[in-house]
């Protein structure tokens, strides 16, 4: 069993910086890599940035250059830097695992998500 926590949303001003924090329980954080996904109203879920074990990185094409994925391993923890903030940003963020073997398990433990508002 494993739990998400997410934290670090807010509003911001376009142009503006918000760091998103993702505490993970359990000890399935040291065997996935973990990404950091979207929901924007009337929208699908997407997938905008994920980190392997060893610390490679990946990013959705919409916020390549501007968003930041890292992962603390002795505290269990994944981040997500956001610059640049753009209205188009503005969803629900949730952490979990990035793994085609084990979707299963990542659907069964959705947190709830931090809400990230981007306007004037």
């Known amino acids: 069993q494993v739990q998400f926590v997410e934290s670090g949303g807010g509003l911001v001003q376009p142009g503006g910086s918000l760091r998103l924090s993702c505490a993970v329980s359990?000890?399935?954080?040291?065997?996935?890599?973990m990404g950091w996904y979207r929901q924007a109203p009337g929208k699908q879920r997407e997938l905008v940035a994920s980190?392997?074990?060893?610390?490679?990185?990946t990013y959705a094409d919409s916020v390549k250059g501007r968003f930041t994925i890292s992962r603390d391993n002795a505290k269990n923890t994944v981040y997500l830097q956001m610059n640049s903030l753009k209205p188009e940003d503005t969803a629900v963020y949730y952490c979990?695992?990035?793994?085609?073997?084990?979707?299963?398990?990542?659907?069964?433990?959705w947190g709830q998500g931090t809400q990230v508002t981007v306007s004037k």
């Open positions: 980190i392997t074990i060893g610390g490679s990185t």
């Open positions: 359990g000890s399935i954080f040291s065997i996935s890599a």
């Open positions: 979990n695992l990035d793994s085609k073997i084990l979707v299963a398990l990542r659907d069964r433990y």
